[in-house]
Structure formats: structure tokens, C-alpha cells
């Protein structure tokens, strides 16, 4: 737990995704201003997630405004689910021994990528700690566990709609052949799609289009494709950088452990199978693969060492070993590298919601994607993305008194001095305000956020 809470309180993004997909929409949940991605317009994404984020962010803004309070209690809300896989995996590793449980939860609450991911805003986090709760309720055979199983299997698929062929083979491979276990395992996920659909009809969206849209945008109309191929083998490059030398012994101690729990080891192959043939890759993508091969690794290491594991002490060694391997593949692997990156832009729209007077914020030139947030800049000022070289230009100009733009571009604002910049070194996001006030210009004038966004189709 006081690994996933620090790590919400780091100051960053791990994707884009966290805002413009999940906790951008909660703004809207919460009848606050909020930039619409394309994802938005199409109707490709479940309103699950963002209005599950609403209630911790608007709490934030009533008691902190501007202090980024909300995204730190809608992270806390993560790591409560994520503490619920943790304990799913210690859970399967005791209904085999003291020893297994041990060392499977401790392993679980320790590995790095899942302290790492437990409290990004995103869904396959979620996903991963309700396939795994519904793993450890399917282990115990009993009739009412298979209805609660069902509820997770289902609202993980309705968070995370590329989990559903590991969630069949999962439910498969781990629920009796028995016509009741069945029926409850079906009424649970039923429960599921039910709660799903509620959240799109107060919404007013139609219940559960969002899945076919999903498929139809991204798989027919190639749009995830648009940012970027990887060839099939991508994820296992990506296992052997983060993982190093440890990636063959995982694997391999993992296949230990599939000997206790194959349906496990087969939803995280079939996951890993299904991602590696779709295009577009992020290593996110796999996270309940990488969450099963360490938990089926931990048990595959007291089942090799089983006649040395005599002792409370013998077992906190491999406890030991296991927190060894974690941090030497975090510091050692490209994590580091990776992750983490966007704490200077998040750091500069804080800067820019604090400008006594503000009234309107500019991003402009910017090399990024998206990035112009309105749940960054803690107000609901209206956003632009600027060129002064664009048409409109001048005309946009006085619509805003606070900017943020590259150093190296300051010559190109005379009206603007320099507050202050986020990145000291590279100073890419740097704060500039100019005196005056903000003359409001149309909402589909040509800089204005969403007209932008839709015009590049965004």
C-alpha cells in the first residue's frame, strides 16, 4: 500500500490516456469544462471509469482547487483496486501453503511495475486487479464465488474491452462443469453489463455502443494503428528490457507455477497472443499478462525450493530474494527511462492555474500530441492552442493573458514576459503572462480547443 500511495503522489504521467480519456471525461461527469478528445466524439470509450473518477475529483476542487487534490484521490481510488489484486494473488498462493501465500502476496505487493501502474487513471490497471479477484474466487469452486467472479470478469471487460479473451479463457479453464456454477457465473457478469449500461444511459449515451464503436475505430477504421505500429514480437523486446536476464527465469518459474493455476498461465499467453497481433502497441497493453507471469513465477519458486522452505526465516530469504530481483530490474532495466516523462508539462499548467488575473491560456507550438488540458490547469479558463503564424492569429492573441511555450520561441512574444519555466534545463515548458485582461472570442474560432481538436481530427 505505501508503495502504490507513493506512487500516486509522484508528480507525473505515465500516458496521455490518464487525462484525455479518463479524467478529462470525469471533469464533464462533474458538469465542469473538459477537452473532447476524438476518442470523446466518437463514442469509443465507457463512461465506467470517468464516473468512477468524478466523486474523488470534484471533491478535490470543493476542498483544494488548483492543488491537483482530485487526481491524487482519483489515483488513491486505483490503488484501493489494485490492493484487491494484490490480495487475489496472496489469496491463490495460500490455498496451496502458508509459504506460497507469502511469498505470492509479498511478491505481488512488491514488483515494480505493479506498484508503478496501480494508481495511474487508466483501465488496464483496473482490469488486471478485478481478472485477478475473479481468478481467486473462481480457485474456490463454490457456487456463490462463481456469481461474484462473474461480476468482476464482466466489469473488467467493461473497463478494458481487449481483456475479454483472456477473461473467457480464465473463466473457462477455472469454473466447474456444473450447470449452477454456470448460471452464476453468468448472472454475475449480467450484473456487470447492467452497471455498464447504467453509467452510458446517465450519460446519455446508448447502453454499451461504445464497445462496437471501439472495435469499429480502431480495428476497420485503423485509427490506434495512426499512432504508431510494432511488430508482433514488440512486447517480448519490451519484457527482455525491462526484465533483463530475469525475463528467462520468470518465464520459466512462471511455468512452475502454471502446474497450480494452467487456466492462469493461459489467459496471460492468450492475452499476450491477442495484443501482439493488433498493431498499435504499449506495454500498458499487457499488464495482466505481466501481473500472472509474477505471480505464477513467485509460486513456481516455493514449489522449486519447497525442501529448503522450512522455516519462517528460510521463506522471508526468498521474500528477500524476490525484492532484490524488483528493484535490480527497476534500476537496471529501461523503466526509468520510460516512464514517467510529462512531470515538467503537468508542473507548467500548475504554474500557469496559479497567475493572479488569469483569464485565458494559451499552449503554444507545442510538440506534443495533446496538451492542453483543462483538468491540468486546476480552472475553467478557456484553452488554445496558438501559432502566431496562423490564421486568426491576431484575433486569438487577446483572448488569453497566460501562455505556455518553448524558451526558445520567446522572441516570438513581445507582449508576454517570462514567469517562469518548469524544466530549468531543457525549458520546453515555460509560463508567460502578459497584462491586461481577455476579450471572449467564439468557441469555433479557429485556436479555440475544441475547434482545434476537431479540425486536426484529434
Request: some cysteine; charged content about 15%; glycine content about 8%.
Amino acid at each position: 500500500m505505501l508503495l502504490r500511495v507513493a506512487a500516486a503522489f509522484w508528480p507525473t504521467l505515465h500516458h496521455p490516456d490518464e487525462l484525455w480519456q479518463y479524467l478529462e471525461p470525469a471533469r464533464h461527469v462533474a458538469g465542469r469544462p473538459w477537452v473532447a478528445t476524438w476518442e470523446a466524439d466518437a463514442g469509443m470509450r465507457s463512461w465506467l471509469l470517468p464516473l468512477l473518477f468524478a466523486g474523488p475529483l470534484e471533491l478535490g476542487e470543493q476542498l483544494a482547487p488548483g492543488t491537483g487534490l482530485g487526481v491524487l484521490l482519483a489515483r488513491l481510488v486505483c490503488v484501493a483496486i489494485a490492493m484487491g489484486g494484490v490480495v487475489a494473488i496472496a489469496g491463490l498462493g495460500w490455498r496451496l501453503s502458508r509459504a506460497h501465500g507469502m511469498v505470492a502476496g509479498f511478491a505481488a505487493a512488491i514488483w515494480f511495475e505493479l506498484a508503478y501502474f496501480a494508481p495511474r487513471t487508466l483501465s488496464e490497471p483496473v482490469a488486471t486487479a478485478l481478472l485477478l479477484g475473479a481468478g481467486a474466487l473462481l480457485a474456490v469452486r463454490d457456487i456463490r464465488s462463481a456469481r461474484w467472479a462473474g461480476l468482476l470478469l464482466g466489469l473488467a471487460v467493461a473497463v478494458r474491452l481487449q481483456y475479454a479473451p483472456a477473461a473467457l479463457v480464465l473463466a473457462a479453464g477455472m469454473t466447474p462443469l456444473d450447470r449452477r456454477h454456470w448460471l452464476n457465473l453468468a448472472a454475475g457478469g449480467a450484473v456487470a453489463l447492467a452497471i455498464s449500461a447504467t453509467a452510458e444511459l446517465i450519460m446519455g449515451s446508448v447502453p454499451l455502443a461504445w464497445a462496437w464503436h471501439n472495435i469499429h475505430q480502431n480495428l476497420v477504421e485503423g485509427r490506434a494503428a495512426g499512432f504508431g505500429v510494432s511488430p508482433p514480437w514488440w512486447y517480448l523486446e519490451s519484457l527482455w528490457q525491462l526484465w533483463g536476464p530475469a525475463f528467462p527465469l520468470i518465464l520459466l518459474l512462471a511455468a512452475v507455477g502454471a502446474r497450480r493455476y494452467p487456466a492462469l498461465f493461459a489467459a496471460a499467453l492468450v492475452n499476450l497472443a491477442v495484443h501482439s497481433l493488433i498493431g498499435h502497441k504499449e506495454y500498458r497493453f499487457i499488464l495482466l499478462t505481466t501481473a500472472i507471469l509474477v505471480a505464477l513465477a513467485a509460486i513456481g519458486s516455493v514449489d522449486v525450493l519447497r525442501n529448503r522452505l522450512r522455516s519462517g526465516r528460510s521463506v522471508a530469504q526468498l521474500c528477500g530474494a524476490w525484492l532484490l530481483l524488483s528493484l535490480a530490474c527497476l534500476l537496471l532495466g529501461s523503466a526509468t527511462r520510460q516512464w514517467g516523462s510529462s512531470g515538467e508539462l503537468m508542473s507548467a499548467w500548475r504554474t500557469a492555474g496559479t497567475v493572479p488575473g488569469g483569464c485565458g491560456v494559451a499552449m503554444y507550438r507545442s510538440h506534443l500530441n495533446i496538451s492542453t488540458s483543462q483538468l491540468l490547469l486546476g480552472r475553467d479558463w478557456p484553452l488554445y492552442e496558438y501559432d502566431a503564424a496562423s490564421a486568426g492569429a491576431a484575433q486569438t492573441s487577446a483572448a488569453f493573458n497566460v501562455l505556455i511555450a518553448p524558451a526558445r520561441h520567446a522572441g516570438e512574444l513581445p507582449a508576454f514576459r517570462q514567469l517562469a519555466c518548469a524544466d530549468r534545463r531543457k525549458q520546453r515548458f515555460c509560463v508567460y503572462v502578459r497584462p491586461g485582461t481577455c476579450h471572449a472570442i467564439s468557441a469555433d474560432a479557429p485556436h479555440a480547443i475544441q475547434s482545434f481538436l476537431r479540425r486536426h481530427d484529434r
